[in-house]
T-cell receptor, first 113, second 112 residues
Framework: GGIITQTPKFLIGQEGQKLTLKCQQNFNHDTMYWYRQDSGKGLRLIYYSITENDLQKGDLSEGYDASREKKSSFSLTVTSAQKNEMAVFLC????????????FGPGTRLTVL | QQQVRQSPQSLTVWEGETAILNCSYEDSTFNYFPWYQQFPGEGPALLISISSVSDKKEDGRFTIFFNKREKKLSLHITDSQPGDSATYFCAAIYTGNYKYVFGAGTRLKVIA
């Protein structure tokens, strides 16, 4: 078995602040994803990475940067936090090109004051 | 634009009844459709999935019915249990590019 770890679990920031969320997986999976989950809007794809050092933009990439430093880790940066923003950011991974099952982490809950 | 739509937004059924959750999509290149189950405070977990070459997939109490011509699918949960109370997401993927699209989810409540 394996696990996806997201840090921090809760993140409180100030308007305009640059904030970084981290994701680690020990599945040895190739592909990793970052999603934003807002209440009533499902999951929206921000960035994904098919393999180490690869980055692909999702539908919601504006206002975010991502970095796949190594196969096991995928970071997401909110470049300028928006006031009153509240969302859960979910990290996921899939094994390889023969498998499309996504394994999700528990999420990072962001609150911007 | 909403590429994957789910209905209803919320659903309440009695224990033992069949819950029916609906999903439709727009892009005909989608060829794989997983359903995820999410409990509060947790990430979603894969429940059951179907590829576009099949019209039905069954796993215990959970069955997906797929209509490729109408671009519609549904998840049937038979003999619903209170432990099935969760949010269910329909997703679609074109396996050529690994890009997932999720619906907004259906919040299911099963009353004992």
């Amino acid at each position: 078995g394996g696990i996806i770890t997201q840090t921090p679990k809760f993140l409180i920031g100030q308007e305009g602040q640059k904030l970084t969320l981290k994701c680690q997986q020990n599945f040895n999976h190739d592909t990793m994803y970052w999603y934003r989950q807002d209440s009533g809007k499902g999951l929206r794809l921000i960035y994904y990475s098919i393999t180490e050092n690869d980055l692909q933009k999702g539908d919601l990439s504006e206002g975010y940067d991502a970095s796949r430093e190594k196969k096991s880790s995928f970071s997401l940066t909110v470049t300028s936090a928006q006031k009153n923003e509240m969302a859960v950011f979910l990290c996921a991974s899939t094994r390889d090109r023969a498998s499309y099952e996504q394994y999700f982490g528990p999420g990072t809950r962001l609150t911007v004051l | 634009q909403q590429q994957v739509r789910q209905s209803p937004q919320s659903l309440t059924v009695w224990e033992g009844e069949t819950a029916i959750l609906n999903c439709s999509y727009e892009d005909s290149t989608f060829n794989y459709f997983p359903w995820y189950q999410q409990f509060p405070g947790e990430g979603p977990a894969l429940l059951i999935s179907i590829s576009s070459v099949s019209d039905k997939k069954e796993d215990g109490r959970f069955t997906i019915f797929f209509n490729k011509r109408e671009k519609k699918l549904s998840l049937h949960i038979t003999d619903s249990q209170p432990g099935d109370s969760a949010t269910y997401f329909c997703a679609a993927i074109y396996t050529g590019n690994y890009k997932y699209v999720f619906g907004a989810g259906t919040r299911l409540k099963v009353i004992a």
